[in-house]
């Protein structure tokens, strides 16, 4: 995986199939800008390491059989424009750290076990447009501050 430091700065393994687990590994590819595993069998948790792919716009991990707990590492990303991670088993609350994600576009959760309030971080999220929360067991009130939110086009 050494070798692998200068790899593509895309990474589509969409629709493969593929078994096991994520590598932590992924995490030493710096330049790396898509990584989109969508619509495979993948399973266990996302390894905190992919928050070290700081170069990372867009995370699509739709459609496969992950869980756990969503890692508060993800948070690094802070170039990321799409984070897709619908349609997977994870449990707990979005971590706070997600509050840093300032340039998302395109976030869906939906369909997951995530559970706690809506957090009022999402009110950093300034250029959001699609915001999927549905089918989670996510409570409480829509915080006020999404009302700040003037790209956003559906929630």
């Known amino acids: 995986m050494t070798k692998m ?8 393994l969409t629709r493969n ?7 932590p590994r992924l995490g030493q590819l710096p330049k790396l800008k898509i ?20 170069t990372l716009e867009e995370l699509v991990l739709e459609d496969n059989l992950l869980g756990g707990s969503l890692p508060p590492d993800l ?3 802070t170039r990321l424009r799409r984070l897709f991670l619908s349609s997977n088993n994870f449990t707990g609350t979005l971590p706070d750290t997600f509050g840093n994600l300032k340039s998302l576009n395109d976030f869906r ?5 995530l559970s706690g309030k809506i957090p009022e971080f999402i009110g950093n999220w300034i ?8 089918g989670t067991s996510m409570e409480g009130p829509i915080p006020s501050n999404i009302s700040q ?4 086009e559906s929630l």
């Not at 939110?149 to 956003?152: D, E, I, Y």
């Open 149 to 152: 939110l003037t790209s956003l």
């Open 17 to 23: 199939y593929i078994n096991g687990t994520i590598p």
């Open 35 to 54: 990584l989109s595993l969508i619509v495979n069998r993948l399973t266990g948790t996302i390894p905190p390491e992919i928050g070290n792919i700081t």
């Open 109 to 113: 959760i939906d369909g997951s076990e």
């Open 127 to 134: 250029n959001i447009t699609t915001l999927d929360l549905q």
């Open 75 to 77: 948070g690094n990303l």
């Open 5 to 12: 430091k200068h790899f593509s700065l895309n990474s589509d």
